[in-house]
């Protein structure tokens, strides 16, 4: 049973968080003294109050698949805002996401994810999202984990959207491991193009066995891209 009322309130209050951690990231950027580590641990922070706010009753499961020292192309369902602080609550602040380039145009918010090293993305064309997505190896290079929400957009049902191709063709040209990441419940929480928010919401976070690019071998590259696909896919849905 899901807990009675929704808040505009609530909203408003994680919005707030938000803008609270950007507006330093873009002055520090402007001074030149903005780092990654600072990004992180301002992820991390920004994560935890949300996550507290939103009294999000949260469960993990699979922790043990994600072993230290290994960097993974992160992919998972997407259903809600609440997904970003949520996996930023479980897996630390050292991830950069791909993001539609729409809300790089936000004021402020905008500036400060493409000082953060978030990556910018144009879903309505194909190309130049492929070329914005070859920026992203230079954060895994340096040991960054990548989300990525393949859907590329926030599921109004919860049902799983069609895929996009590109963090595929990513993750194969690096040979990092692909970890799926199944969110349950967000969409509880805030619904696709809501604005009231729900406390004291179940959420359930389960991170699968990692995907080896080392299987694909042999492939030619249509069929290696497929072929993962539809692994993470199968592994995110399993849970759903």
């Given at each position: ?87 930023y609550y479980v897996l630390g602040g050292n991830v950069r996401m791909v993001a539609k380039k729409e ?37 895994l290079a340096r040991g960054t984990h990548l989300w990525i929400a393949p859907e590329g957009t926030r ?20 040979k990092m491991p692909v970890l799926p990441i199944t969110i349950r419940g967000t969409r509880e929480v ?51």
């Open positions: 049973m899901l807990p009675a009322g929704k808040s505009l309130f609530l909203s408003l209050r994680n919005v707030y968080e938000t803008l609270a951690v950007s507006a330093p990231t873009v002055v520090d950027a402007y001074r030149g003294k903005l780092t990654a580590k600072t990004c992180d641990e301002r992820l991390e922070n920004w994560a935890s109050r949300v996550i507290r706010n939103a009294e999000i009753l949260l469960t993990v499961r699979g922790r043990e698949n994600m072993q230290p020292g290994v960097t993974y192309v992160l992919m998972s369902n997407h259903q809600s805002h609440y997904d970003v602080a949520v996996l809300l790089f145009d936000l004021p402020l918010f905008g500036r400060a994810i493409k000082d953060a090293g978030f990556i910018s993305v144009d879903r309505g064309n194909t190309e130049k999202a492929i070329a914005s997505l070859a920026g992203a190896k230079a954060h599921s109004p049902s919860g049902d799983l959207l069609p895929f996009k191709k590109g963090g595929f063709h990513i993750a194969l040209d690096m805030l619904r696709a193009n809501a604005m009231r928010s729900r406390p004291g919401v179940e959420v359930e976070l389960t991170i699968h066995a990692p995907i080896d690019m080392n299987d694909f071998q042999g492939m030619d590259r249509r069929s290696a891209r497929d072929a993962l696909m539809e692994r993470v896919r199968t592994a995110i849905a399993s849970v759903l």
